[in-house]
């Protein structure tokens, strides 16, 4: 395969702006592929949260590097920024400097990636092979490997209990609001003086459920219930106190006082089955037993990869997860939170399919436990490897704060979280090194909020981290 063919990276997000920082840093040809009219394009839909973890945590290193010698301004590390920030104040610049710009294609949208004149059933001659990347618009780009950063934002989770849509979901689309709608500004008339029901138990609900208790106390007639399938909501109140970054602790904190309060109703237990629409405009819910019925329903219940652009590429998936095979155990949720994730690249990422890699939310399939640093890892080893540099592919690093939670199981008994001080993971983060890898010393970060009066924050990609 010629060497002067690209790396196609798939995606202009922070992990995908990542990738190709770190492959101009070594001095590899790429191309960004983005979908959207700009870089960040699914960050900037969540603009107006607020990360929970600050500046210094959310900068990727090769990324500050280039953005440091052209005279960039850092923004103060200590601070958390909002989604609208992170795209304007680091994104934006990073796409816009002379070793990516010329290489990053906007309106260019991913249809299909494969071998160039090889099915997926076909063995003879395929690793020499490029790769033919074919965009939405019928051109093709020819590739020497492909970096799959696309995301998962774009296909988000059913609200149906048993992963297909509910009976009626379709039908009662028009009431159905995206994760992490903008409560309290552009979306605000939507919301106000009316009932709204929120569907799911991670922080993209947590923080959608804290702005409408704001706009409850601020308009009459505001309501809010809250609908989850597990048995009580400790999992999504989390570590509180002793998580390791604050504003993330203090999100449990705070919804759990407005469920208290009686400002959030809390119904647990609640199994979506269907959705029906009434004829006086509200929407009803129903689990089989019991029925709910609002305005407006919010859909907070993770997101999932779409695998079929890649689906005459050779994959070795998880059949659970659909992460990597390798990487499946490393992210379960039912054993690991955001932060007991170990340290994983290129080895974990790898697929039968040489040169082809997710990095990224997306490499989590449908794991909710994703954190921006850990991406910015995967990127790092992967172009490593792509460079020939194995040393420095399999020196993996990364040093994740901890929860104060030990997985995202739905929690159904009254006690499942242990009452010691630091949770049952311990009271501060720790760092780990993963079998025959370096140890962590790198950090996580890139979780949203909501504003920093209420402290609350929700998850962007996976919805348990973000």
């Given amino acids: 395969m010629s060497t002067a063919l690209p790396v196609v990276v798939i995606g202009a997000g922070p992990v995908g702006l990542a990738a190709a920082a770190h492959l101009a840093g070594r001095g590899l040809p790429f191309t960004v592929l983005e979908a959207g009219d700009g870089p960040a394009a699914a960050v900037r839909q969540w603009g107006h949260v607020r990360l929970f973890s600050p500046w210094r945590y959310n900068i990727d290193t090769a990324a500050r590097r280039l953005l440091a010698d052209a005279g960039w301004a850092e923004p103060d590390l200590e601070v958390l920024p909002t989604g609208a920030q992170l795209a304007a104040d680091y994104l934006q610049p990073l796409a816009d400097l002379p070793a990516l710009k010329p290489h990053v294609r906007y309106g260019a949208r991913v249809e299909a990636v494969t071998r160039l004149g090889v099915d997926r059933l076909r063995t003879a001659g395929r690793e020499d092979a490029p790769f033919l990347v074919r965009l939405a618009d019928g051109t093709d ?7 799959d950063a696309s995301g998962t934002w774009t296909t988000p989770n ?97 919804l759990r006082e407005h469920v208290e309060a009686g400002v959030i109703e809390l119904v647990t237990g609640f199994s979506v089955q269907s959705l029906a629409a009434s004829g006086d405009g509200r929407v009803t819910a ?60 290129v080895d974990e990422l790898s697929h039968p399919e040489p040169g082809f890699y997710a990095v990224g939310v997306k490499s989590y399939g449908r794991a909710p436990t994703f954190l921006l640093a850990t991406g910015y890892e995967q990127a790092r080893s992967v172009v490593a490897a792509l460079a020939g540099d194995w040393d420095a592919a399999r020196d993996v690093q990364l040093d994740l704060p901890e929860t104060g939670v030990c997985n995202s199981n739905p929690i159904v008994g009254d006690t499942t979280i242990a009452a010691t001080g630091g949770g049952c993971c311990g009271p501060a983060p720790v760092a780990v090194a993963a079998p025959g890898r370096g140890l962590a010393t790198g950090i996580s970060g890139g979780l949203p909020s909501a504003p920093l009066t209420l402290l609350p924050v929700t998850g962007t990609g996976g919805d348990c981290c973000g």
């Fill in 141 to 147: 780009v020819i590739a020497k490997a492909v970096i």
């Fill in 158 to 254: 059913v609200l149906g209990a048993s992963g297909i849509p509910a009976r009626g979901e379709r039908a009662a689309a028009g009431f159905v609001e995206h994760a992490l709608p903008d409560v309290l500004g552009a979306d605000r008339d939507r919301f106000a003086g009316r009932r709204t029901l929120v569907i799911g138990a991670g922080h993209s609900a947590a923080n959608t459920l804290l702005s409408l208790a704001e706009l409850a106390e601020q308009v009459p007639g505001t309501s809010v219930v809250w609908a989850i399938r597990a048995g009580n909501a400790a999992r999504t109140y989390g570590g509180e106190t002793a998580d390791a970054l604050p504003a993330r602790g203090a999100l449990g904190t705070r």
């Fill in 286 to 345: 129903a689990d089989g037993t019991r029925e709910l019925t609002a305005d407006r329903i919010v859909s907070a219940t993770g997101f999932r990869p779409d695998h079929s652009l890649v689906a005459e590429l050779r994959l070795d998936l998880d059949p659970i997860l659909g992460s990597t095979r390798a990487l499946a155990p490393l992210i379960d949720p039912n054993e690991h939170s955001c932060g007991t994730v170990p340290p994983h690249g």
